[in-house]
């Protein structure tokens, strides 16, 4: 019978409308945004970083990557501390993406050493075998214009210093996109706080088995020989053929990482591939 009315209608409808819209949108906008999102720690970018982030929109790299991870279990424990939305502020415009042909970069900052940023990006399949992201090698060969990222840095409203500005005279477009990617993510010190303590007894379960040290090899030529090199001589990693430490501080290595030395964490393989990693290390080690 409202039907009938259709100013009692109007009004009703208008009246439910504005209620869906207050408690689903106005209300929490009172909450985003404010004093409390601010994260001390987060700097603007420097002037060789913004270049970077530049370079990073310019190629396009945002319809393969994404740069925000969610707060999921399973986003958090490949990728780390889910993102807040404070780490973004001085995102114009934010790069969160849709498409993840590859990984999530959000917590990318200090995974990997800058030697390794350098070979990935100059020829991705020599560091993961069987990579499909294209070469980027000629960036190297792109010096940067530190009057235009002066300019940059104005419009942005960015601190810098006449002496950063300076300093990019000498630098490339590859130098660039490498500082921007070891910032990334890394304003708040979340990896020291992520590191997850094992839990019980660390007991190697197959000592001396030739299958899990086969594994292991498999493992170790996939994962570590990039930066460990082929034959365990080292390279961007120490070399690591003379390993000096017993089972359990190894399997802590190579599941935990080295949070501030570059060495990645390896948790997320699974105990039964660290383990069979450190098998192979130590048999190797005994020859
Ligand atoms: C065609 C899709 C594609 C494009 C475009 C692309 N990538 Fe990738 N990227 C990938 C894939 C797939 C991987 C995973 C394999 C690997 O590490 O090479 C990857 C991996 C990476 C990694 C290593 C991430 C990690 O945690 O191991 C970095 C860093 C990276 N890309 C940076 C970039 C940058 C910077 C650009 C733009 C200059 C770019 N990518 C463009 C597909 C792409
Ligand atoms: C991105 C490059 C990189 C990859 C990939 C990598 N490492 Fe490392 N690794 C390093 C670096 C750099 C160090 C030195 C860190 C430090 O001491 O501060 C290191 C240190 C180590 C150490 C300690 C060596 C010592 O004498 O203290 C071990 C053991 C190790 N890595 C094992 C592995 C294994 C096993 C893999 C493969 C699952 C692997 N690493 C993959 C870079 C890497």
Known sequence: MWEKRPILFLILA?????????????VPFLSVNTEADRIESVKPYT?????????????????????????????????????KSGEF????????????????????????????HYKHMASPRTMIPGSNMPDYGWLSKNPLDPDLARRKMKVLDFPYTEKQIADLATKNEMDAIVAYLQKLGNDIPWRKAAQTTIVGDLKN???????????????YENSCAPCHGEDRQGEIGPELTDIDMDDADLYEIIHNGISDGGMPAF????????????????????D
Request: negative net charge.
């Open 14 to 26: 208008t009246a439910a409308i504005m209620t869906g819209t207050t408690i689903t949108m106005i």
């Open 267 to 286: 948790g997320s393989l699974g105990s039964e591939k660290v383990w069979q990693l450190v098998n192979y290390l130590k048999e190797k080690d005994d």
């Open 205 to 219: 379960p197959f000592i001396g088995n030739k299958d899990a040290i086969e594994a292991g090899e498999h493992l």
């Open 47 to 83: 002037p060789l970083q913004q270049e970077g982030r530049d370079v990073y929109i310019r190629e396009g790299c945002n319809n393969c990557h994404t740069q925000t991870v969610r707060p999921l279990v399973s986003e958090v424990l490949r990728y780390g501390e889910y993102s």
């Open 89 to 116: 502020v001085y995102d114009r415009p934010f790069l969160w993406g849709s498409k993840r042909t590859g990984p999530d970069l959000a917590r990318l900052g200090g995974k990997y050493p800058d030697a390794w």
